[in-house]
């Protein structure tokens, strides 16, 4: 299976050295807007220009797309999926529905398969919240995110006026998941649930106390969460906070019995040391996937909702029984 990826950044950095592990998948090159001269990848892949890859159609299985979701996704993956089987990771939870139809459209007219939102959250942990609900129907979900950096609200504070940098993790309450692993099924309010603590290198001469009020009160990203934010020197974030760890559990508390009188938790839980390089091992698994039912004749837009686990598999049908049933 030829997998070509379409952008290089920490994403395709990471579906770059999954597909080194996987026997079946092999990289046919990367795609970049860059001049392709300028980049340099991990493993010493070929680089073309984006605007090249139609040239190649025919001689690439699946293209994994690494754009962002905020702009890059909307547009490339209905593009590329009206040639190409494709991956990608839009992670928008509330645009998906319309980035489905999007791209839904371009694929079944071109007779391809493409895979959307694949990665841990949606994605992995969107499927332990649909196999929890349909085994305890009388129950409720919960998701927490981290212990774990979000390089969106870390992207955020560096926008602040004086902010020279920046990192922001967001953590679980632990009081909120010992609540919800009781079983009771609290009612819990966004702050109950998570806090964010930030670490910020200011500029020379930044209003630090002005920095910090701007933070906490950020809309959409702080004003709803106890934040602390610490002030520490450039040296200081490179040395202890270069990494891009994340992770999270999905709970499912319910209820079984005549009168309700048994419960029952169903809890998923991830901890990555690279956010980015476990997504792409996801989608590397989902560009598999994609490939093996666009054989089988299948085609248009799927979800991780959609996928049967064994397309996502190496393994024969029979190696799976065997070994893992």
């Known amino acids: 299976m030829k997998i070509a990826i379409?952008?290089?950044g920490n994403l395709g950095r990471g579906v770059e050295l999954s597909i080194r592990q996987n026997a079946d998948c092999e990289l046919f090159g990367v795609f970049t807007r860059r001049p392709p001269e300028t980049v340099k990848t991990a493993t010493g892949a070929p680089v073309f220009h984006i605007d090249d890859i139609l040239k190649y159609k025919g001689e690439v299985d699946v293209v994994v797309i690494c754009g962002g979701s905020a702009t890059d996704l909307p547009k490339q993956t209905p593009e590329l999926a009206a040639h190409f089987c494709v991956?990608?990771?839009f992670d928008t939870?509330?645009?998906i529905p319309e980035h489905f139809a999007a791209v839904d459209a371009a694929a079944k007219s071109a007779g391809t398969v493409a895979v959307i939102s694949a990665g841990w959250d949606p994605g992995m942990f969107s499927l332990n919240r649909l196999y929890a609900s349909c085994i305890l129907p009388d129950g409720r979900d919960y998701t927490f995110w981290g212990k774990g950096v979000s390089q969106g609200h870390s992207d955020a504070i560096r926008r602040v006026d004086g902010v020279l940098d920046a990192k922001q993790y967001t953590i679980p309450t632990d009081a909120a998941l010992s609540a919800v692993r009781s079983g009771t099924n609290p009612e819990l309010t966004t702050r109950d649930k998570h806090k964010r603590e930030c670490f910020v290198v200011a500029k020379d001469g930044a209003d630090k106390e002005k920095i910090e009020k701007e933070i906490k009160e950020m809309p959409n990203y702080f004003a709803d969460y106890d934040t602390t934010v610490h002030f520490i020197s450039k040296e200081e974030l490179d040395k202890n906070h270069?990494?891009?760890?994340?992770?999270g559990f999905v709970i499912r508390s319910g209820k079984t019995g005549?009168?309700?009188?048994?419960t029952h938790i169903i809890e998923y839980s991830l901890k990555l040391d690279s956010n980015p390089e476990f997504t792409a091992s996801v989608l590397v698994a989902c560009a598999r996937a994609a490939y093996k039912m666009n054989k089988e004749g299948i085609v248009g837009a799927k979800t991780v909702?959609?996928?049967a686990p064994s397309y996502m598999s190496a393994k024969s049908g029979e190696e799976l029984r065997?070994?893992?049933l």
């Open 6 to 8: 379409a952008g290089y």
């Open 242 to 247: 270069s990494g891009i760890p994340h992770g």
């Open 322 to 324: 065997k070994e893992m």
């Open 93 to 95: 939870h509330a645009k």
């Open 305 to 307: 909702f959609d996928i």
């Open 258 to 262: 005549i009168d309700n009188e048994h």
């Open 87 to 89: 991956v990608d990771s």
